[in-house]
Nanobody
């Protein structure tokens, strides 16, 4: 079985920074594309950023220039550095990964940005 576990969420003031981590564990042969998604109360889940195994990245327009996605394939871990946070970034952030050909999700971590 494969598990994805997020960490690093919390409460931060507007303009502050947080770094999220997503660690994959279990019977892993290969991890393909990975991504961060978020869901705010009353809103649909949206893609924040994605990264391929080779390191190609893509971002939602709302976070371009503020967030940086990265991964360490040796550690089976993905990161999201979030800078210049805004109250509208408040959401549950979840990681997603294609592991051994299957689609897996983490349980999510809360990020709250106060104004």
């Amino acid at each position: 079985q494969v598990q994805l576990v997020e960490s690093g969420g919390g409460l931060v003031q507007s303009g502050g920074s947080l770094k999220l981590s997503c660690a994959a564990s279990g019977s892993i042969v290969i991890i393909g594309a990975m991504g961060w998604y978020r869901q705010a109360p009353g809103k649909q889940r949206e893609l924040v950023a994605r990264i391929t195994r080779g390191g190609t990245t893509g971002y939602a327009d709302s976070v371009k220039g503020r967030f940086l996605i990265s991964r360490d394939n040796a550690k089976n871990t993905m990161y999201l550095q979030m800078n210049s946070l805004k109250p509208e970034d408040t959401a549950v952030y979840s990681c997603n990964a294609y592991v051994n050909g299957g689609d897996y999700w983490g349980q999510g971590t809360q990020v709250t940005v106060s104004s």
